[in-house]
Every structure is written in C-alpha cells, then in structure tokens.
C-alpha cells in the first residue's frame, strides 16, 4: 500500500475513534488504491503520483452497479469509462468524502 494511502487512513482512524465510527481498510492490488468503509459507506481512495507531488482522489463507490459489472464480467481495466463514472462518483472536496463516511 501506497505510503500516502496508509497516513491518510491513519488519520481517519483517528476522526473516527473520536466519534465511536467503525472504520475498516481494504487494500487492493493496486499499491495506489484502497477502499475505506464506515459501516455501509464505502470510499475508493486512489493516489496518484505526480513530479512534485502525490495526489489523492476520493470516490464514491455504487457498490450496486460495481456488483453488477462484475457479474457481467467486466475487469477493472476493461469497463468503459461511461459506466465507470457511474460506479466511482468522484468527491470534489475532501470535507465532501468525510461527511459521506460519517466523520
């Protein structure tokens, strides 16, 4: 796991021990994405890596749609990106993917 991803889910630990939120880690095969769930919300963080800096992008998961890609079959890397703007919902602010967890 991306060293940025394992501070970030660090500090919402941290938010979320304060407010008595469960929060659990999946880590994925990807070294630069990771899923975080506060019970039934779940949250795709992805860094990604820039020259000067790593950026870390939110997503809401639509666990629904993400379930029935892959029942149809579809890999990460084969659904096209229509669909996949249907299953990741991009979070424009991080205080937007806090309130969406709960913290």
């Known amino acids: 796991m991306h060293q940025a991803l394992r501070k970030e889910f660090e500090n919402l630990k ?4 304060k407010r008595d939120i469960p929060m659990a880690l999946m880590e994925t095969q990807l ?3 990771v899923f975080v769930s506060s019970g ?7 860094i990604i890596e820039e020259e000067i800096h790593d950026l870390l992008s939110c997503y809401k998961v ?16 084969d659904i096209p990106e ?3 703007k249907e299953i990741l919902i991009k979070f424009h602010t991080p205080s937007e993917y ?6």
């Open 31 to 33: 070294e630069n994405v």
């Open 98 to 103: 806090l309130r969406h967890l709960g913290l």
């Open 40 to 46: 039934e919300k779940i949250v795709c963080l992805v």
């Open 14 to 17: 941290i938010i979320a021990k």
């Open 82 to 84: 229509c669909l996949s």
């Open 62 to 77: 639509d666990l629904n749609k993400w379930k029935w890609a892959q029942d149809e079959g579809f890999k990460i890397k």
